[in-house]
């Protein structure tokens, strides 16, 4: 029977910045920084991720799949990508600018923004993109 070995690694540097982790599964990795800048994971699975900042800034990593990445600033500024196959990246500002990605393939990445400026590429075929369209103040550009 084998044993379970519980070890710490503490990282200390003068910048200042420091690494702790912690041992076996679930393991902790915890970054701190003046700044102030802080990363935390947690295991097993599900695990996570959260990155804290002052301005603030935060990122949100939860796992297994489906899997969810948020990160929310004061702006507002956020992005949410959410997995189990399909995954969908949602990025959503108060401007307002959306950027939208589904898959699997085919996939499609769709950017909105007020000017009005729209990106629309739709897959897959062997070449590339299947359909690329522009639309702004100056015109607009639509490739098939």
């Not at 947690?42 to 991720?49: K, L, Q, S, V």
């Amino acid at each position: 029977m084998a044993s379970v070995v519980f070890f710490t690694i503490l990282v200390m540097r003068p910048d200042p910045f420091t690494i702790l982790v912690m041992r076996p599964d679930p393991f902790t990795i915890l970054v701190m920084r003046p700044d102030p800048f802080t990363i935390l994971v947690m295991r097993p699975d599900p695990f996570t991720i959260l990155v804290m900042r002052p301005d603030p800034f935060t990122i949100l990593f939860m796992r297994p799949d489906p899997f969810t990445i948020l990160v929310m600033r004061p702006d507002p500024f956020t992005i949410l990508a959410m997995r189990l196959n399909p995954f969908t990246i949602l990025v959503m500002r108060p401007d307002p600018f959306t950027i939208l990605v589904m898959r699997p393939d085919p996939f499609t990445i769709l950017v909105m923004r007020p000017d009005p400026f729209t990106i629309l590429v739709m897959r897959p075929d062997p070449f590339g993109f299947r359909k690329i369209r522009v639309l702004n103040k100056i015109g607009k550009f639509v490739l098939f």
